[in-house]
């Protein structure tokens, strides 16, 4: 897929590499919803755009390692405003919160876009890196879903790595396991869908 994906017309950017399951005997309206996240052993997407809404000491170590942050004040103004809330939304794939604003953090960022918590006991950017190599498994209403596994200037055995933990994390979250599986697909943003299973 890597060679098929470099011989073909180089892009201006880098392709992300997504897992696309298809799931059979499984009924959303009876089974549980199927819901889970797992931190990846290599970050699939380096470029994904995260902000910390942070208190003082959080909105300086931001600054301090290039991440873009917003402090209390400025969550308070977001408050008033739900098309800045939305537009904050779009921005950013995630969201870092310092303990003391947790609260303060609209409700209307949206799903899945809850900010995961920081203390200042931790090191931020180990936070950030952790956060870039999560992904969340999210089965709604349809049988099928796509998650980020790796992009095509990672090396061929840390997307392997990637795909293998992804896939060994579904499985177990599946009621009846490797039965549910339907097809797996590996496809990059611009190229076709190649079938693993």
């Known amino acids: 897929?890597?060679?098929?994906?470099?011989?073909?017309?180089?892009?201006?950017?880098?392709?992300?590499?997504?897992?696309?399951?298809?799931?059979?005997?499984?009924?959303?309206?009876?089974?549980?919803?199927?819901?889970?996240?797992?931190?990846?052993?290599?970050?699939?997407?380096?470029?994904?755009?995260?902000?910390?809404?942070?208190?003082?000491?959080?909105?300086?170590?931001?600054?301090?390692?290039?991440?873009?942050?917003?402090?209390?004040?400025?969550?308070?103004?977001?408050?008033?405003?739900?098309?800045?809330?939305?537009?904050?939304?779009?921005?950013?794939?995630?969201?870092?919160?310092?303990?003391?604003?947790?609260?303060?953090?609209?409700?209307?960022?949206?799903?899945?876009?809850?900010?995961t918590l920081v203390s200042h006991q931790e090191s931020l950017e180990a936070k950030v890196n952790e956060t870039k190599a999560t992904v969340k498994f999210q089965l709604k209403k349809v049988l099928c879903m796509g998650v980020a596994v790796g992009n095509l200037g990672m090396e061929e055995k840390q997307i392997f790595q990637n795909v293998q933990m992804s896939v060994n994390f579904l499985v177990s979250l599946l009621k009846k396991n490797w039965q549910n599986v339907r097809c797996l697909y590996l496809k990059s943003t611009m190229g076709p869908p190649n079938r693993v299973f």
């Open 1 to 115: 897929m890597i060679t098929h994906c470099n011989e073909t017309k180089p892009r201006n950017f880098t392709e992300t590499i997504e897992l696309q399951i298809g799931l059979k005997n499984y009924d959303p309206q009876k089974d549980k919803r199927l819901s889970g996240s797992v931190k990846l052993p290599h970050i699939p997407r380096p470029k994904m755009k995260i902000c910390m809404l942070g208190d003082a000491q959080h909105v300086e170590e931001a600054e301090k390692i290039g991440l873009d942050s917003m402090d209390v004040e400025a969550l308070k103004k977001l408050n008033k405003n739900k098309k800045l809330v939305k537009k904050l939304a779009k921005k950013f794939h995630a969201f870092l919160a310092s303990e003391s604003v947790i609260k303060q953090i609209p409700r209307l960022l949206g799903p899945g876009k809850f900010p």
